[in-house]
């Protein structure tokens, strides 16, 4: 990339154009403006927040590249604000020790924004793009929700590594009767608290749950507690103070702690965003899990990203993995 090359900042252009069902969309205000390979810009995501964007990035960019990209990204679509967020492999490892190199506070162009309230399907979400790699709301689970909301009315609903309980606020608004929301970082949980109330909607401590996952899991079990949809969207890898959790190797174990909650005829929601890890395989992983629980369960609907602002080609296929099962 050169700093001045029109090419990229024609791409940009286009690459924004394919979205124009969510441009005009005034319900939703949270999308994917760029999506890799796809959209002809290796190594490189951009989400939109209401105006203020979130550049990622999958390699590492010489600081020529960056400045390029970004000068780019603002003669493109002159937004609000850009910040950037690095992503190397491992980023991971990085994130705690040099926070300030993977994810500036700062934005790279624009004013900073603090936080920020972002439209989903009419719902409200607050965003705060200087927190991290992560910064409130996973847009590829856009459609995934969007089906929730017509599913759960008068139903219990059990949201599993909850992170803003983006998935409880929209089982809310759908009608369901009672929603826990489980995750093991309680500032998370906190954000989604602040998410509910956003919507207009009740906060009960009691159902938003700081804890290990698997932990729960295993009390809720004992306690003979059952839901009618159980929602399980792990990080692909994770570390607790008493466990890891390799979605490659442990999901059929996540999996059969789940099945056992279910409710008859109730349905386990099985998410994955690993993208080494093909439909099919992850599908049978989820099913494995569901026998081992002693259950039955047939795989009802296949769910995934958008292909909207989520568009794949067959050498980037979606990293977002969704299977409903009903159980009996």
Request: aromatic share 8%; charged share 25%; hydrophobic share 40%.
């Given at each position: 990339m050169?700093?001045?090359?029109?090419?990229?900042?024609?791409?940009?252009?286009?690459?924004?154009?394919?979205?124009?069902?969510?441009?005009?969309?005034?319900r939703t205000t949270a999308f994917r403006l760029v999506n890799g390979v796809p959209d002809g810009?290796?190594?490189?995501?951009?989400?939109?927040?209401?105006?203020?964007?979130?550049?990622?990035?999958?390699?590492?960019?010489?600081?020529?590249?960056?400045?390029?990209l970004l000068d780019a990204a603002q003669e493109a679509w002159s937004p609000r604000s850009l910040y950037l967020k690095r992503r190397p492999r491992e980023a991971r490892v990085l994130a705690n020790t040099a926070r300030d190199v993977i994810a500036p506070e700062q934005p790279a162009r624009g004013e900073a924004v603090e936080s920020l309230e972002a439209l989903e399907n009419g719902l409200r979400f607050l965003?705060?793009?200087?927190?991290?790699?992560?910064?409130?709301?996973?847009?590829?689970?856009?459609?995934?929700?969007?089906?929730l909301l017509g599913q759960?009315?008068?139903?219990?609903?059990?949201?599993l590594f909850s992170y803003t309980c983006a998935f409880g606020v929209v089982a809310t608004a759908a009608g369901a009767s009672r929603v826990l929301n489980i995750d093991t970082s309680r500032r998370?949980?906190?954000?989604?608290?602040?998410?509910a109330l956003l919507n207009g909607q009740p906060v009960d401590r009691y159902d938003y749950v700081a804890g290990d996952v698997f932990d729960w899991?295993?009390?809720?079990?004992?306690?003979?507690?059952?839901?009618?949809?159980?929602?399980s969207d792990p990080p692909s890898?994770?570390?607790t103070r008493t466990a890891r959790f390799s979605a490659a190797r442990d999901y059929p174990q996540l999996a059969e702690a789940a099945a056992r909650l279910v409710a008859p005829g109730g349905r386990l929601v099985a998410c994955c965003n690993l993208s080494t890890l093909t439909p099919r395989r992850f599908e049978a992983m989820v099913l494995e899990g569901v026998g081992r629980a002693g259950r039955q369960g047939r795989s009802v609907l296949?769910?995934?990203?958008?292909?909207?602002?989520?568009?794949?080609?067959?050498?980037?296929?979606?990293?977002?993995k969704v299977h409903v099962v009903q159980l009996r």
């Open positions: 050169s700093p001045s090359s029109p090419s990229l900042v024609d791409r940009l252009r286009s690459a924004r154009e394919r979205r124009g069902a969510l441009l005009s969309d005034a810009m290796p190594d490189v995501t951009v989400d939109t927040f209401a105006g203020v964007h979130v550049v990622s990035l999958y390699r590492d960019f010489t600081p020529v590249e960056e400045q390029a965003i705060r793009p200087a927190q991290g790699l992560s910064v409130g709301l996973y847009l590829d689970m856009r459609e995934t929700r969007a089906w759960v009315k008068g139903l219990t609903v059990l949201n998370v949980l906190d954000w989604g608290e602040e998410n899991l295993g009390r809720l079990a004992k306690k003979g507690q059952g839901f009618d949809v159980v929602i890898f994770s570390t296949a769910l995934g990203p958008s292909p909207v602002d989520f568009p794949w080609s067959p050498e980037a296929p979606p990293g977002l």
